[in-house]
């Protein structure tokens, strides 16, 4: 008989309740959990498929080691860790420690405890070579954030606020910003029925956008022009929050200059949307209470910290953070309590520190160490030359630009390590794959849940919400699976390095150093003990969270945002002199279009409700639609090439080619090619089997075109393409 149990699902960042009916310890179905008062039911397709995702006949249940002929056979688990010590340690001696390297991705922040240990590792060994997938995300948030400064307190409550500006983010498939985290089909019904405003600029009409009051169908690329036209609007007609500004803000007057050239209308001529709508758009966004909260559409543009750093002004200018004495509804749960002071911490360098490429004078930020530059260190020769690599819960051969070239540089390595559920892209290449478990066979907490409301404003739960899991299935009979971190602990203890780990804080930065605790390294910990020092300084304590086996609200209304603090002297800057250099770059520039001859369509990002980028293509309920990512088009695009719907098309960009299947999608502006990124699995023959595997976007992309100077990252949407019919490969 199957028992019902409730967890949640880590599927993607969201962490959704849901009951799972469980029977001799193998999970059986999914659904939403009705009695979690924030996600209310709610739970998508993808998580559904998580009975499927565990017992995939294609899931990996032993650890896999390479054989010279390519191939992988299984080997003990202890077996590999014993020789991935060895050779780390060989490596450690012949070249030193900046030739071992570490790549996290997406699925690295699914088990809380995995991350604190994996860096606790990079540090014994002494290297500060550590990837994130952010860097090739939206990285120049964080640069952004530390150049502006940050107000102490959040935005405005979203149930008080009136207005919302979305730009190129598309919260009810993708879960990101925009509305709050939970439910967000829901959330929006019910904000719009309260009279709540959404402005939405996005080349496409997403859901959000069908219900906006006003929707910018820009073209792609133009976000800094938009944002800096309506801060010229709001500035000159005198719509800025001068109270707020006078208290808190600098560089009010560099700024008002800055965005002067940027009429209305040769903005929008360029933008190619309404003048009106815009200068509508910029006095409902001043005159509401609300946040403009961005997605990776206009961060993936090559200006991704200058067009951060311009919506962040824009909630500056308008004054939109919460004020003394005003509600914080969540002051986090799990984390340590949220700052809600009403002061400004002043502004950081945020770029330009730490370890030091050996390539295109990248440096690290704020935002992580350039992903992109990978490759590269690898193929780069010389002292410090990367000749291992650890890769955490991401798929770098399927994620970063260009993959021909990234393809080529793992294949380079001494010694590529992958912890992957299936043989992914980055895993066929891999000596070793280490099989971990699948996130129902671990405990789970919602702390990055928590951590989230801290990327950006407009993120994270609407509510102090939290909840606790155990693990609740077993892993398949037969199978010998590690968590992410008990790798990362054996090969340490193997290694004789000590680990440690400092409790969690509530933007996700490091923790203190002084209460760091010091792992027993002859008794490996238990998961949970791991939690209880991530949590120790939690706002609920862990004990009490784990009361609430369906999750719940811990509300605190006795919190409200406190007085500035006497003599504080911190104030935000709008004015910062290198943003607005790269502005007035991009103002002298207004008037030039048409860069790209010969490519007249625009290749541009998108996700979809069920795909997570490389994650679940094996999954027949994911699969059903469409096996392959389509490359959408508008009709009227189609029948000027001559397409329809399923024909297959080659896309041909400055650096690359590859095949794909068309899609019409009305909902797009004419002139964009709109796909998901990484699917098809490693180049070579994804032309061959693009009807049954999709294609792998990042092919068209080179890592050094307009690389944002502050984060590295280089243009990731946006790309010049062409567009014609083409024959199946034999
Ligand atoms: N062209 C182009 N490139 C892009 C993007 C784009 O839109 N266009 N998007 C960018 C963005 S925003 C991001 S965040 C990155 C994503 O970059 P990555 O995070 O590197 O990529 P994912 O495909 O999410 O990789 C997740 C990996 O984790 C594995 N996995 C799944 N479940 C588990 C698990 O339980 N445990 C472990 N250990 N592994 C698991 C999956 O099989 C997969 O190999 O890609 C970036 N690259
Ligand atoms: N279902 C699902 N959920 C996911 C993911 C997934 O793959 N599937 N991935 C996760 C990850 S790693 C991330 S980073 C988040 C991302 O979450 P979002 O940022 O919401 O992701 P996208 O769907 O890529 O949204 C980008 C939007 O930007 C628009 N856009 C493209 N180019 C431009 C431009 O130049 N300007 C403007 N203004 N808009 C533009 C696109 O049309 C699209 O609507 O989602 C996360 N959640
Ligand atoms: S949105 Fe879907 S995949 Fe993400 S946590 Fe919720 S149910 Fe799981
Ligand atoms: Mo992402």
Redesign the pocket.
Same mark, same amino acid.
């Given at each position: 008989m199957p028992t019902t149990v409730p967890s949640v699902c880590r599927f993607c960042h969201a962490g959704c309740a849901i009951l799972v009916d469980v029977e001799d310890g193998r999970p059986l179905r999914v659904r939403g959990d009705r009695d979690n008062p924030a996600y209310r039911g709610f739970c998508c397709v993808k998580g559904q498929q998580l009975p499927d995702q565990w017992g995939h006949p294609d899931r990996l249940l032993r650890t896999q080691k390479r054989m010279p002929d390519g191939s992988h056979r299984p080997v003990p688990c202890a077996e590999a860790i014993e020789d991935i010590a060895l050779r780390l340690s060989e490596i450690l001696v012949t070249r030193g420690p900046r030739a071992i390297a570490m790549y996290s991705?997406?699925?690295s922040i699914?088990n809380p405890a995995t991350m604190p240990i994996a860096l606790s590792f990079m540090e014994a060994i002494g290297s500060s070579m550590v990837f994130t997938?952010n860097s090739?995300?939206q990285p120049g948030k964080a640069v952004a954030q530390a150049l502006h400064g940050t107000w102490l307190a959040p935005p405005p409550a979203f149930d008080d606020r009136t207005v919302a500006l979305l730009v190129g983010t598309n919260p009810t498939a993708t879960m990101a910003g925009g509305l709050p985290l939970a439910n967000p089909g829901r959330e929006l019904t019910d904000a719009v029925g309260r009279g709540m405003r959404f402005i939405v600029i996005d080349p496409r009409r997403t859901e959000v956008a069908r219900r906006a009051h006003v929707h910018l169908q820009c073209r792609p690329g133009e976000d800094v022009p938009l944002l800096a036209a309506m801060l010229n609007v709001i500035l000159r007609e005198e719509r800025h929050d001068a109270a707020f500004l006078r208290d808190h803000v600098d560089g009010l007057e560099a700024l008002r200059a800055a965005v002067a050239p940027f009429e209305p209308e040769r903005v929008a001529r360029r933008a190619d949307v309404r003048a009106a709508d815009l200068v509508e758009a910029a006095r409902l966004f001043a005159g509401g209470r609300g946040v403009a909260t961005a997605g $990776?559409g206009p961060n993936f543009n090559g200006r991704g910290t200058l067009f951060e750093y311009l919506l962040l002004a824009l909630n500056t200018v308008c004054g939109q953070w919460s004020r003394a004495g005003e509600r914080v509804p969540n002051p986090g749960t799990l984390s340590p309590p949220f700052p809600a002071i009403a002061q400004a911490a002043p502004p950081r360098k945020g770029y330009g520190y730490g370890e030091k490429l050996r390539v295109r004078g990248l440096a690290n930020c704020d935002g992580g160490l350039q992903a992109s530059a990978l490759a590269e260190e690898i193929l780069l020769e010389g002292e410090g030359q990367v000749r291992a690599l650890l890769s955490?819960?991401?798929?770098?051969a399927?994620?970063i630009?260009d993959q021909a070239l990234t393809v080529r540089a793992l294949e380079q390595l001494d010694l590529l390590v992958q912890?992957?559920?299936?043989r992914?892209a $980055?895993a066929s290449l891999a000596d070793y794959v280490i099989a971990?478990k699948?996130?129902l066979e671990m405990p789970g907490m919602t702390l990055v849940q928590d951590q989230l409301t801290f990327y950006g404003a407009g993120f994270g739960h609407r509510e102090a919400h939290a909840q606790y899991t155990p693990a609740i299935a077993d892993p398949p009979r037969g199978a010998e699976v590690v968590e992410?971190w008990v790798f990362f602990y054996e090969l340490a203890r193997r290694m004789g390095l000590p680990l440690s780990i400092a409790p969690a804080t509530a933007t996700g930065a490091p923790g203190d150093p002084a209460q760091r605790v010091a792992l027993d390294m002859k008794r490996r910990p238990t998961h949970d003990e791991l939690f209880a020092i991530l949590t120790r300084n939690a706002r609920v304590p862990l004990d009490e969270v784990k009361q609430h086996p369906h999750g719940a609200f811990f509300p605190a209304p006795e919190v409200v945002v406190a007085e500035r603090e006497p003599g504080w002297t911190g104030r935000l800057d709008v004015g910062n002199p290198e943003m607005l250099a790269d502005l007035a770059a991009v103002a002298s520039a207004l008037d030039i279009v048409g860069e790209a001859d010969g490519f007249p369509y625009r290749l541009i990002?998108r996700r979809m409700i069920h795909t997570f980028?490389?994650?679940g293509q094996d999954l027949d309920g994911l699969r059903s639609k469409w096996p392959y990512n389509p490359a959408f088009m508008h009709p009227d695009d189609l029948d000027r090439e001559g397409l329809s719907k399923g024909d297959l098309v080659e896309l041909e960009s400055k650096s690359g080619s590859m095949l794909a299947i068309v899609e019409p999608d009305e909902t797009l502006r004419p002139g964009l090619v709109s796909m998901v990124?990484?699917f098809g699995g490693l180049p070579g023959n994804q032309d061959k089997h693009v009807r049954e595997r999709g294609t792998n976007?990042?092919r068209l992309?080179r890592v050094d075109q307009d690389v944002d100077r502050y984060t590295g990252q280089p243009r990731?949407s946006n790309v010049p393409v062409r567009v014609r019919a083409a024959e199946p490969v034999g």
């Open positions: 991705g997406t699925y699914a997938s090739i995300d $990776t955490v819960g991401g798929n770098p399927s994620a630009p912890i992957d559920i299936k992914s $980055t971990p699948v996130p992410e990002c980028n490389s994650n990124a990484s976007a990042g992309l990731m």
